[in-house]
């Protein structure tokens, strides 16, 4: 069964604070992407990042970065200095390659950013 | 490159009446995907498009619900006899091809009375 599950539903930390979103996910696939998108109160879903499962490395985007781990099935999602901006929900999603790209996605976790 | 749009951005309606929202994918995308998110949740799949095919749809897609990509362009999605528990956000999608990230809509608001 595929399934994301995002555990902290709701995170508030103080402007300039670090920040980590955990995910884990369950897929029994060998050909996988997770991807983290996210929404802020306008409601568009805004990508962010998509990693395929056979590419561990962590990735850093400016104040973005990802740490993927296949031996815990975790993809986090850290956001360094965080800015009042960064207040949305973010989700993170599976898709398998035997599923045709339909994306499941987790609960997500609203962040709260405070001045 | 402009992103995926989708019209109305909100509908209000009343039980038993039919909608229908539309999408336009980005240019050249061949697949086109309908999501449907409710309060407090992470977005559903429903149903998706390879240009005019539709080649899956959700258990959650009633009989009520129809979605057509007739030219392989722009993709409608009509809901008939609309029910207060159709109420949410339904969001499109769309990917160049299989494998290919999936860019989303700004999504239509339905709040059925």
């Known amino acids: 069964a595929q399934k994301v599950t995002q555990a902290q539903t709701e995170i508030s930390v103080v402007e300039k604070e670090d920040v980590t979103l955990d995910c884990v996910y369950e897929?029994?696939?060998?050909?996988?992407?997770l991807f983290w998108y996210k929404q802020p109160p306008s409601g568009e879903l805004v990508f962010l990042i998509r990693?395929?499962?056979?590419?561990?490395q962590n990735e850093i985007s400016g104040r973005y970065s990802w740490n993927f781990q296949k031996s815990t099935s975790s993809f986090n999602f850290t956001i360094t200095a965080s800015q009042v901006v960064d207040s949305a929900v973010y989700f993170c999603?599976?898709?398998?390659?035997?599923?045709?790209?339909?994306?499941?996605f987790g609960k997500g976790t609203r962040l709260h950013i405070l001045p | 490159d402009t992103g995926v749009s989708q019209d109305p951005r909100h509908k209000i309606t009343k039980r038993g009446q039919n909608v229908t929202f539309r999408c336009d994918p980005i240019?050249?995308?061949?697949?086109l995907y309908w999501y449907r998110q409710t309060l407090g949740q992470g977005p559903e799949f429903l149903t998706y498009?390879?240009?005019?095919?539709?080649?899956?749809k959700s258990r959650l897609l009633s009989d009520r619900f129809s979605a057509e990509r007739p030219k392989g362009s722009f993709s409608t999605l009509e809901i008939q006899r609309t029910e207060q528990g159709d109420s949410a956000m339904y969001l499109c999608?769309?990917?160049?091809?299989?494998?290919?990230?999936?860019?989303f809509g700004p999504g239509t608001r339905l709040l059925v009375l």
């Open positions: 990693r395929n499962s056979f590419d561990e």
């Open positions: 240019s050249e995308h061949n697949r």
């Open positions: 897929t029994r696939d060998t050909t996988y992407y």
């Open positions: 498009f390879q240009n005019e095919a539709q080649l899956e």
């Open positions: 999603a599976l898709s398998e390659a035997d599923r045709d790209d339909k994306i499941i």
């Open positions: 999608a769309s990917s160049r091809t299989r494998g290919e990230t999936q860019y």
